[in-house]
T-cell receptor, first 115, second 112 residues
Framework: KNQVEQSPQSLIILEGKNCTLQ??????????LRWYKQDTGRGPVSLTI?????NTKSNGRYTATLDADTKQSSLHITASQLSDSASYIC??????????????FGAGTRLAVHP | EAGVTQFPSHSVIEKGQTVTLRCDPI?????LYWYRRVMGKEIKFLLH????????ESGMPNNRFLAERTGGTYSTLKVQPAELEDSGVYFC??????????FGPGTRLTVT
């Protein structure tokens, strides 16, 4: 079954601290893995997209890693800010012939950054 | 450049009524997607348009849901008749290529 599992479900950290969110997937055929940030009441916004051959990608204070062999990914947030409080969703894209992709979403990790 | 817009932002209807959700994609994006998140669950794919054609509608839950994209621009998602389990947040996304999808803010549907 094509699934994306995220941990932890929720996380509270203090402003300025680092944190790492985890994602395990069993999606096949794999095309790419994405991390999205979703603020309350808004739609998801893409942070990173990684293909099979990429094992790390950064976007400012966000760094995503991908281990395609173990089917695991992580999102590391450095020097957290209050504005980082949001849900972070791991999404794996299933690839089909002709370039068509279908997204499988994880349930998300709800991060709260406290002052 | 305007992003993906959705209307209404929130809709409250009674069981058995009809609701139509609208999505305006980013101009020039041929691909348009509908997704849904029901309470406590992950976002799930409903269907995918390429221009005005349905590329994949395998995620549509049943025949009470009808999506259209006349002229390949905006899209509507009609639920008729609505049931309690249809409550959730409906997201629309659009893309120009097969990678980056841009999401709208969602429509929160409450069926009472």
């Amino acid at each position: 079954k094509n699934q994306v599992e995220q941990s932890p479900q929720s996380l509270i950290i203090l402003e300025g601290k680092n944190c790492t969110l985890q994602c395990n997937y069993t999606v096949s055929p794999f095309s790419n893995l994405r991390w999205y940030k979703q603020d309350t009441g808004r739609g998801p916004v893409s942070l990173t997209i990684m293909t099979f051959s990429e094992n790390t990608k950064s976007n400012g204070r966000y760094t995503a890693t991908l281990d395609a062999d173990t089917k695991q990914s992580s999102l590391h947030i450095t020097a957290s800010q209050l504005s980082d409080s949001a849900s972070y969703i791991c999404v794996v894209s299933r690839g089909f012939s002709g370039g068509y992709n279908k997204l499988i979403f994880g349930a998300g990790t709800r991060l709260a950054v406290h002052p | 450049e305007a992003g993906v817009t959705q209307f209404p932002s929130h809709s409250v209807i009674e069981k058995g009524q009809t609701v139509t959700l609208r999505c305006d994609p980013i101009s020039g994006h041929d691909n348009l997607y509908w997704y849904r998140r029901v309470m406590g669950k992950e976002i799930k794919f409903l269907l995918h348009f390429v221009k005005e054609s349905k590329q994949d509608e395998s995620g549509m839950p049943n025949n009470r849901f009808l999506a259209e994209r006349t002229g390949g621009t905006y899209s509507t998602l009609k639920v008729q008749p609505a049931e309690l389990e249809d409550s959730g947040v409906y997201f629309c996304a659009s893309s120009q290529d097969r990678y980056e999808q841009y999401f709208g803010p969602g429509t929160r549907l409450t069926v009472t």
